[in-house]
């Protein structure tokens, strides 16, 4: 079998392997992205603040807090873009664009502050636990009644999405207002949790000096694997499979597309709401502030999804990678640039992701031209 | 002035991996119908591409008229005077038949289209070469044949000489079809020359003087029909002596199988009924064909009978079991395999690899899975012996993309995959569509194989050779109905395409006896 895998690939040998063609292409879309996003910097504010501060995006700003602490962070700020990332990306293997993750989100977060602050008294060091258990379970709910929506009443995706993230944001303003255990009137925010209610730090604030980094990476990367696991071995992970790649081929074999498209959904939607709750129940002394805006996490899986080619290996890379961006327009600030440039680059990167396809075809052709001959 | 009117010299053109055209040399003369013969993947298309200067080769040369020129796109190959008719038609549908014709060469006046100079060289040139056409009626209301016409008034309108046509009967009636070689006739007559592009050997015979045939990128030999036999040609098309009648062996009929009655199903959104009221019997060891033209209801009646699209009325009856308003999986799992007509759409999930491809129906079943786990190994164990079996070409054994593997091959993956399901009914959907005589010579055993061990088969096909060749009887249907019972020893090819064009019909009671 192996044999014969090799005798397939054609010259190029590994530079021309399907993964080393994707990979490249996106390394290419991201130096772009950050080309660009320096362009803009020069720009704004002057070769004197911009390439310093533009260094410290490429950096990471490990330079500016030191290794420990900037890799902490990336860790830290990872972990939420990683969950909704997974969510958007698991989605979208079967088919269903998913743009209601900043809705599953937020009620995961609700759903943690709710188990973390009224369950405390009673379940002690357990209490995070149950925290992350019940913010999986308002994911679920949220992500079935939306999938429900599109696979039965075929409804659209989009509309829907949005819809129930309205639906989510003024809901959880509403239930936290009404609550006295989570909110005193005439305050913006939340109170804090109680230290139980708290993902367990592992030592990671030894290692990682000066950052909130905690197990919430380990339980989402851990959750990644489980997806991935999910998608290759498993029935339901065939059918999602079969259903993303060709809807009518799925119904010809007797899958229940509806269903699948409604548990695909669920699922996406617990994968978004664990991003809710690794990140609120994460470090010490969270807030969550009422107001009308949706939260930027849920939005930021898109980009990390399809940096990520919605593979939940992949999608790890991904949110890492952005993370570390975005860590690095925090440093960004003490050179007077706003963070938002950050967001700028990390979009330009995706915007050209969509030129993934022309940027692979080059690839090709150059690996083809460099080989030419020695087949 | 060269004895040849066009000559491609020695063209080679390569794809990673694999030489589509190896040193291939065609010379056509002036008035001649030249036959391109070849199996799938031989590279006739390859050829004709590299004409119509959709590729470029390697190496070779291309000659019209004696002179070398360089075609490097199609408009290169229309100022030669190079036109093709494509399988797929390449027409704008609610367009008349004069907006089709001159779109990209309109006839303007002052900035405004006119097209009454295009109407009176339309005229002329139908009257010319005898061709029927309605030049004012939109392309959507018209018949295939008809549109095939447009096709060709396309060309003569843009004065093409060298006329190439590529699989142009696959989509006719035998009636069209003798209609169409009497067009090629006429054009021949009035000086163009013709390239025939065709997998069917008695229309080669037919109406071709010349032919060469390819096989694996290579030309195998350059031949005048004129002598030449159907065995001959296919045995140089393919290799190897081919069957081209299968040899049916006697079998005794069964009891029945699948008895539908009153079967009406409904048409696309807002249509009409596409099946009405239908009924027949399907019985064990035999294979039962519905013929007809393409759109008169047999794709709804497949999909009534396979619940891909739900029943208006009536049952389906395996024994006492009544699947009409049965899912798909209980259909699938209990009683029927199919075939389907659109293998892209529904027979494989292109993007999965053959043996993904394999479980379609049964990966939840307890040969491949366990406890909701998937064995991979076993199912790609299973697919490397299928692959064995039906002598599946692919280049990384069960491993293999579909996507990437022949039409053919694809076919054959679906092929093993509903015939070793071991359902006891088989819906065979153009089982042989767009394939060559080898693949259908394979195909046609295996159908037949099954007959023998006394499954049913019903088979849905617009290939008039292959209804009379296998079927043991031939249900004609005609906008949504069944119209003639037909016997395959008592009919004939002219009585049949009177019953498919609605010029001649029974009146029997539902159809089933």
């Given at each position: 079998?192996?044999?014969?895998?090799?005798?397939?690939?054609?010259?190029?040998?590994?530079?021309?392997?399907?993964?080393?063609?994707?990979?490249?292409?996106?390394?290419?879309?991201?130096?772009?992205?950050?080309?660009?996003?320096?362009?803009?910097?020069?720009?704004?504010?002057?070769?004197?603040?911009?390439?310093?501060?533009?260094k410290t995006i490429i950096t990471g700003s490990f330079g500016?807090?030191?290794?420990?602490?900037?890799?902490?962070?990336?860790?830290?700020?990872?972990?939420?873009?990683?969950?909704?990332?997974?969510?958007?990306?698991?989605?979208?293997?079967?088919?269903?664009?998913?743009?209601?993750?900043?809705?599953?989100?937020?009620?995961?977060?609700?759903?943690?502050?709710?188990?973390?602050?009224?369950?405390?008294?009673?379940?002690?060091?357990?209490?995070?636990?149950?925290?992350?258990?019940?913010?999986?379970?308002?994911?679920?709910?949220?992500?079935?009644?939306?999938?429900?929506?599109?696979?039965?009443k075929k409804m659209n995706a989009i509309i829907c999405g949005i819809m129930m993230n309205y639906v989510a944001l003024y809901l959880v303003n509403m239930l936290i207002r009404a609550d006295r255990a989570l909110y005193f009137g005439g305050r913006s925010y939340t109170n804090s949790l109680p230290g139980d209610a708290l993902l367990p730090r592992l030592g990671m604030n030894n290692i990682f000096t000066g950052s909130a980094a905690n197990s919430g990476i380990i339980i989402g990367i851990a959750v990644c694997v489980a997806a991935y696991f999910i998608l290759k071995k498993t029935t339901l992970g065939y059918e999602l499979k079969a259903t993303g790649l060709n809807r009518?081929?799925?119904?010809?074999?007797?899958?229940?597309?509806?269903?699948?498209?409604?548990?695909?959904?669920?699922?996406?939607?617990?994968?978004?709401?664990?991003?809710?709750?690794?990140?609120?129940?994460?470090?010490?002394?969270?807030?969550?502030?009422?107001?009308?805006?949706?939260?930027?996490?849920?939005?930021?899986?898109?980009?990390?999804?399809?940096?990520?080619?919605?593979?939940?290996?992949?999608?790890?890379?991904?949110?890492?990678?952005?993370?570390?961006?975005?860590?690095?327009?925090?440093?960004?600030?003490?050179?007077?640039?706003?963070?938002?440039?950050?967001?700028?680059?990390?979009?330009?990167?995706?915007?050209?992701?969509?030129?993934?396809?022309?940027?692979?075809?080059?690839?090709?052709?150059?690996?083809?031209?460099?080989?030419?001959?020695?087949? | 002035m060269s004895e040849y009117v066009f000559e491609m010299k020695n063209i080679t053109k390569k794809f990673p991996g694999i030489t589509a055209n190896d040193d291939i040399t065609l010379q056509v003369r002036k008035q001649d119908v030249y036959a391109l013969l070849g199996e799938n993947g031989a590279g006739k298309s390859t050829l004709m591409n590299v004409l119509f200067g959709l590729y470029q080769p390697e190496s070779g040369e291309i000659l019209i008229n004696g002179e070398h020129v360089k075609i490097r796109n199609p408009g290169d190959a229309n100022a030669y005077g190079i036109g093709m008719v494509h399988q797929h038609f390449k027409l704008v549908h609610n367009f008349t038949a004069l907006q089709n014709i001159v779109l990209g060469v309109e006839t303007t006046k002052r900035g405004m289209l006119d097209l009454g100079k295009a109407r009176e060289?339309?005229?002329?040139?139908?009257?010319?070469?005898?061709?029927?056409?309605?030049?004012?009626?939109?392309?959507?209301?018209?018949?295939?044949?008809?549109?095939?016409?447009?096709?060709?008034?396309?060309?003569?309108?843009?004065e093409n000489d060298i006329l190439i046509f590529d699989e142009p009967t696959a989509v006719l009636t035998p009636q069209e079809t003798e209609e169409l070689m009497k067009s090629i006739e006429g054009l021949v007559a009035e000086g163009k020359s013709i390239v025939f592009i065709s997998h069917k050997l008695n229309e080669i015979i037919r109406i071709a003087n010349r032919c060469t045939v390819l096989r694996r990128?290579?030309?195998?030999?350059?031949?005048?029909?004129?002598?030449?036999?159907?065995?001959?040609?296919?045995?140089?098309?393919?290799?190897?002596?081919?069957?081209?009648?299968?040899?049916?062996?006697?079998?005794?009929r069964g009891e029945v199988l699948m008895s539908v009655r009153g079967l009406t199903v409904g048409g696309a959104k807002g249509h009409e009924n596409s099946v009405k009221d239908v009924s027949f019997d399907l019985h064990a060891g035999e294979i039962l064909c519905v013929a007809g033209i393409d759109g008169n209801g047999q794709t709804e009646l497949v999909y009534g009978l396979t619940g891909l699209r739900g029943v208006g009325g009536g049952s389906i009856l395996f024994g006492n079991d009544d699947v009409s308003g049965a899912d798909i999986r209980y259909r699938n799992a209990r009683h029927i395999s199919h075939i389907p007509e659109d293998r892209h759409k529904h027979g494989l999930v292109l993007d999965y690899s053959i043996y993904e491809n394999m479980i379609l129906q049964t990966y939840f079943e307890k040969t491949v899975s366990h406890?909701?786990?998937?064995?991979?190994?076993?199912?790609?164990?299973?697919?490397?012996?299928?692959?064995?079996?039906?002598?599946?070409?692919?280049?990384?054994?069960?491993?293999?993309?579909?996507?990437?593997?022949?039409?053919?091959?694809?076919?054959?993956?679906?092929?093993?995959?509903?015939?070793?399901?071991?359902?006891?009914?088989?819906?065979?959907v153009q089982p042989t569509r767009g394939m060559d005589v080898g693949a259908i010579e394979f195909i046609h055993k295996q159908l037949l194989r099954m007959r023998e061990e006394g499954r049913g088969i019903l088979l849905i096909s617009l290939e008039l050779e292959e209804v009379m060749n296998i079927s043991d009887r031939i249900l004609v249907m005609y906008e949504g109905e069944f119209v003639g019972e037909l016997y395959p020893d008592k009919t004939n090819f002219q009585e049949l395409g009177l019953y498919m064009a609605g010029a001649k019909r029974d009146v029997f009671a539902g159809g089933a006896h």
């Open positions: 079998m192996k044999k014969k895998e090799n005798r397939a690939v054609k010259a190029g040998g590994i530079w021309a392997s399907p993964f080393m063609t994707t990979f490249i292409a996106k390394i290419v879309t991201i130096i772009i992205g950050l080309m660009i996003g320096l362009i803009l910097l020069l720009f704004t504010s002057g070769t004197e603040v911009a390439i310093p501060a533009f500016l807090v030191g290794f420990r602490t900037g890799m902490g962070r990336m860790l830290y700020y990872a972990v939420p873009i990683l969950m909704t990332g997974l969510s958007v990306g698991f989605a979208l293997r079967t088919g269903v664009f998913n743009i209601g993750a900043p809705g599953q989100f937020l009620m995961g977060l609700y759903a943690g502050l709710f188990a973390g602050i009224h369950f405390a008294p009673a379940l002690g060091g357990a209490t995070w636990v149950a925290a992350i258990i019940a913010g999986a379970l308002a994911g679920g709910v949220w992500g079935l009644i939306q999938g429900m929506l599109q696979a039965y009518e081929a799925a119904r010809y074999a007797g899958i229940k597309v509806e269903r699948v498209v409604a548990v695909s959904m669920m699922i996406s939607g617990v994968f978004a709401a664990l991003g809710g709750v690794l990140y609120h129940n994460g470090a010490m002394g969270q807030k969550y502030t009422l107001g009308d805006a949706l939260r930027p996490e849920g939005f930021t899986g898109i980009p990390v999804a399809l940096l990520g080619s919605n593979h939940p290996i992949a999608i790890i890379f991904s949110a890492l990678f952005i993370s570390y961006l975005q860590v690095g327009g925090l440093g960004m600030q003490s050179f007077g640039i706003e963070s938002e440039i950050v967001t700028v680059i990390t979009s330009i990167t995706i915007f050209f992701c969509s030129f993934n396809v022309l940027f692979q075809k080059l690839y090709i052709r150059l690996i083809d031209k460099l080989f030419e001959g020695r087949a | 060289k339309l005229i002329e040139l139908t009257n010319r070469y005898q061709l029927k056409v309605d030049l004012d009626m939109p392309v959507e209301d018209m018949t295939v044949g008809m549109q095939q016409r447009v096709e060709i008034l396309k060309m003569l309108y843009r990128g290579k030309v195998v030999g350059a031949v005048d029909i004129e002598g030449m036999t159907k065995e001959q040609l296919s045995e140089m098309m393919v290799g190897r002596k081919i069957m081209l009648k299968p040899e049916k062996a006697d079998v005794k406890n909701g786990l998937i064995d991979n190994r076993k199912a790609f164990k299973y697919a490397e012996e299928m692959i064995e079996r039906y002598d599946i070409r692919c280049a990384q054994g069960a491993g293999t993309v579909t996507r990437g593997m022949s039409g053919g091959n694809q076919q054959k993956v679906i092929v093993a995959r509903e015939i070793e399901r071991h359902s006891s009914v088989l819906i065979a």
